[in-house]
């Protein structure tokens, strides 16, 4: 199984803004339906440190993940999103290993 997870740590008193910016930058990718665009995201809140997010991104590959980085979209939906945060954003790059599915 190969596969890439990017996870991206952040702390934010504007939860809802930063909702409505992924959304907004989710769609426009997904008309222009151009360049590598990640395979699922999700956006999971910290039910012991309120303000606490995680967006886990997964992406076919780590080459795929890189080019998706250096798109102009990307970069510009990333600032974007760091002026919505209190502070600096943490990132985790992951090799994926393993999948299990349950019911």
Same mark, same amino acid.
Do not use: H, W
């Given at each position: 199984?190969a596969?890439?997870?990017?996870?991206?740590?952040?702390r934010?008193s504007?939860?809802?803004?930063?909702?409505? #910016?992924?959304?907004?930058?989710?769609?426009?990718?997904?008309a222009d339906?151009?360049?590598?665009?990640?395979?699922?995201? #999700?956006?999971c809140?910290?039910?012991d440190q309120?303000?606490?997010?995680?967006?886990?991104?997964?992406?076919?590959?780590?080459?795929?993940?890189?080019?998706?980085? *250096?798109?102009?979209?990307?970069?510009?939906?990333?600032? *974007?999103?760091?002026?919505?945060?209190?502070?600096?954003?943490?990132?985790?790059? #992951?090799?994926? #290993?393993?999948?299990?599915?349950? *019911?």
């Open positions: 199984m596969g890439f997870v990017q996870i991206i740590e952040y934010t504007k939860a809802d803004e930063v909702t409505a #910016l992924m959304e907004e930058f989710r769609a426009k990718r997904e339906n151009d360049g590598p665009a990640p395979v699922r995201g #999700l956006t809140a910290d039910r309120a303000g606490r997010y995680f967006s886990i991104i997964e992406f076919k590959s780590y080459e795929e993940a890189m080019e998706n980085s *250096r798109r102009p979209d990307t970069t510009e939906f990333s600032q *974007r999103m760091m002026e919505l945060c209190d502070g600096p954003a943490t990132f985790y790059n #992951l090799d994926q #290993l393993a999948e299990q599915n349950y *019911r």
